[in-house]
């Protein structure tokens, strides 16, 4: 029989064991700089030296801190991060996390605000009830329709279609010729859902910039008849053969692959693509709005930014300002321009600031951000107050993909408004 | 005298690392996991609070979850059928002694021992819209166009079916393997003294005997597909339009994705009581032919 001493001794050192494998407190170190813990997502472009350097680089910028670098297993660093605030250990800087998941728990610390309105073109675009939890520093369109000149020309097409009865007939000329008019990386959801997010955007959010704020007043709705109509359109290019049948089979990965060697003409995708735009073809491509009705231009439009702060950073002040250094070098912005497609936001830089070599596509799209029209916030990926609610962009892309096999929208769409009533109790 | 003492505290010290290990990583979450079932518990809310029993209610009508459970069902029970079948046979065929076989035996278990992760990128690679396998079927004039293996539900659900039978049957082949050989070759003596051969003799000698192994195998194929996760997390993410989001799966995003982590760990309790009920179910009737065999 086992003597109750033994057991003691075997359960204290079991938890001094997992306490001390635990143990994440103790910000400073023995030469006297806070340890501030900063989640990073690595990819092919924003590869370890990136990171490493564009850290080295705001280190350099805030003396007294100390940076342990932790990346997220994978690209998604909300989930991720959810996961270390589930077990303790919620990071003291998050880069690119959407803080509307955060800010309810009272887990981020906004930027000092007068630094934001010197430093940034706009502001507001990932503001969340007034405050900014990510600087600006960059921006999106989601979803462009990217084109294959070459292929239009083959079918025909002598220009860009502006309107919703252009865009068909586009695809109906392009189908005709034997080119496939649409890619769509359908295996992935959100590749998948892109389309719905240029619909929605384009004919609902463009005709009224507050649905998704009337959404969570509950004074609209996804079944609404309007809404439907949209997405109906989804369901006619399906319909219409406008996408390949096996397109819910193929990875986001091989649709850039497959769009930019020429098996499909138009490719409707976020503005990240310009970075995977081949440099030796690129004036083979061209951009278009995601068309509407009536053919005005409507930008699904998403701020994107740097780093968010924990508010039980060990030193929330030292963090704010290695965020700043960070987020105002414009070396780490070279890279995300150059392989993210990310548009700059800078206040008072041009592209030539930040010595960039982008393509003639890149320049065009990067024009819808400085000119003067109807921007709205991309349905599903704005980080702002249109923040859809947690969890809903999985029932989403669940409906981008139900719609490509099934012709029920109406139903499909009672099912988002039923996840949406989930979501927000 | 002293070194049997000694001996037996050694034991003892043993045993309870393993009691404390198994409390303290097993028992202790899912007494928390039953607890947190019962509340509303987001990690991203300041206030959770006890609902009583709202999130077993709600699961009656969470049609996500009805169609998680159908799918993890039909996956459980076919690829259990196609594994063990599919073992009885290797085990029958790699039931020899020689070097060969013995070499051919590790291959067939390989499976098991890789990463799910690992199984399920080497097979996305073959059954992706311009993989592997439809680029053969059109060269050798099959398919006209590639063929959406992942890519519509129900070629999904077979795929998913195809790689999850593929590793299990790693597993199955050795149970029966392990199974054919502890029966008495005398048996297989006295019946071909008798003229018992072919598929008489495997009807009445090898697969009664086979009893034992079939009731380890089928139980644990069972269990281990009810709870899959990896494979299908990579293969399909669930996808497409969720048609094959196992429960495991469904668990892991409301936990993580919606950040309902009560009602995850309600459906957790759910799938728990499910496996549980499935396995004793399947177990004890096994059991029963054990014995009237």
């Known amino acids: 029989m086992i003597r109750k001493p033994l057991l003691a001794a075997c359960v204290a050192g079991l938890l001094a064991f997992t306490a001390a494998c635990g143990s994440g407190e103790g910000g400073g170190n023995e030469s006297g700089e806070t340890a501030l813990t900063y989640l990073v997502f690595e990819t092919p472009s924003l590869d370890a030296k990136f990171w490493d350097d564009s850290i080295a680089a705001a280190t350099a910028q805030t003396p007294g801190v100390k940076i342990n670098k932790i990346v997220a297993p994978s690209t998604d660093r909300d989930g991720y991060a959810k996961q270390l605030q589930q077990s303790g250990q919620f990071p003291d800087l998050l880069q690119s996390i959407t803080p509307s998941n955060f800010v309810g728990a009272g887990l981020l610390k906004p930027y000092d605000k007068t630094w934001i309105d010197a430093n940034f073109l706009l502001p507001s675009a990932n503001s969340l009830k007034g405050e900014v939890y990510i600087p600006p520093t960059n921006s999106q369109i989601v979803p462009q329709v990217y084109y294959n000149k070459k292929l239009f020309t083959d079918a025909g097409i002598s220009a860009a279609p502006k309107t919703w009865a252009e865009f068909l007939d586009a695809c109906a000329k392009l189908k005709a010729k034997g080119i496939n008019p649409i890619e769509l990386g359908g295996a992935d959801p959100f590749a998948a859902s892109m389309p719905l997010v240029g619909i929605i955007s384009a004919d609902i959010l463009g005709k009224n910039k507050n649905w998704l704020q009337n959404r969570y007043a509950d004074k609209v709705k996804f079944a609404d008849q309007d809404v439907v109509a949209a997405v109906s359109k989804y369901r006619t290019l399906v319909t219409s053969g406008y996408f390949d049948k096996g397109a819910l089979g193929v990875k986001y990965a091989d649709s850039i692959t497959r769009f930019t060697t020429g098996k499909s003409a138009m490719y409707p995708m976020g503005s990240w693509f310009l970075g995977s735009v081949p440099k030796d073809t690129a004036d083979n491509f061209g951009s278009f709005p995601w068309p509407t009705d009536s053919g005005d231009v409507v930008v699904p439009f998403v701020g994107g930014g740097s780093m968010a702060i924990s508010a039980k950073a060990k030193d929330t002040a030292k963090a704010e300002k290695f965020g700043q250094a960070w987020s105002l070098n414009t070396k780490n912005l070279k890279a995300l321009i150059e392989t993210d497609g990310a548009f700059p936001m800078i206040k008072g830089k041009t592209l030539e600031d930040y010595g960039v070599t982008v393509t003639q596509v890149f320049k065009d799209s990067y024009a819808y951000v400085g000119q003067d029209n109807n921007k709205v916030n991309a349905i599903g990926w704005a980080t702002n107050d249109d923040a859809l609610p947690p969890g809903l962009n999985d029932a989403f892309y669940a409906a981008a993909q139900a719609l490509f096999t099934k012709d029920d929208v109406a139903g499909e769409m009672r099912k988002l408004d039923d996840a949406w009533k989930t979501a927000v109790q | ?293």
């Open chain 2, 1 to 293: 005298m002293r070194k049997k003492h000694s001996g037996e505290r050694g034991l003892a010290l043993l045993a309870a690392l393993a009691l404390v290990l198994y409390l303290v990583f097993l028992v202790l979450p899912l007494l928390l996991s039953l607890r947190s079932s019962f509340t509303n518990e987001n990690p991203l809310k300041a206030t959770n609070e006890y609902i009583g029993f709202a999130n077993y209610t709600e699961m009656a009508g969470d049609d996500q979850l009805r169609a998680s459970l159908t799918f993890t069902l039909i996956l459980a029970f076919g690829v259990t059928v196609a594994a063990n079948v599919l073992g009885v046979a290797f085990a029958i065929l790699l039931n020899r002694t020689s070097l060969s076989y013995r070499v051919m035996r590790t291959v067939a278990f390989l499976p098991q021992v890789l990463s799910g992760v690992i199984v399920a990128f080497v097979w996305q690679t073959i059954l992706t819209q311009n993989g592997l396998l439809n680029t053969a079927l059109m060269k050798i004039g099959i398919l006209d166009e590639p063929y959406p293996w992942l890519g519509s539900p129900n070629a999904a659900l077979f795929s998913i079916g195809v790689v999850v039978t593929w590793v299990m049957t790693g597993f199955t082949t050795v149970v029966y393997l392990a199974a054919l050989q502890s029966i008495p070759l005398e048996l297989h003596d006295m019946a071909s003294l008798d003229g018992v051969r072919g598929t008489q003799r495997f009807r009445k000698i090898t697969w009664p005997l086979l009893a034992p192994g079939t009731t380890i195998s089928v139980t644990i194929s069972l269990i281990t597909v009810l709870k899959l996760y990896d494979i299908i997390t990579v293969l399909t993410g669930g996808g497409p339009a969720n048609s094959t989001q196992s429960t495991a799966l469904y668990i892991v995003k409301l936990a993580f994705t919606s950040d309902r982590v009560g009602y995850a760990s309600a459906v957790a309790m759910l799938l728990l009581a499910l496996s549980a009920v499935v396995a004793l179910t399947i177990t004890s009737a096994l059991r029963r032919r054990e014995i009237s065999l």
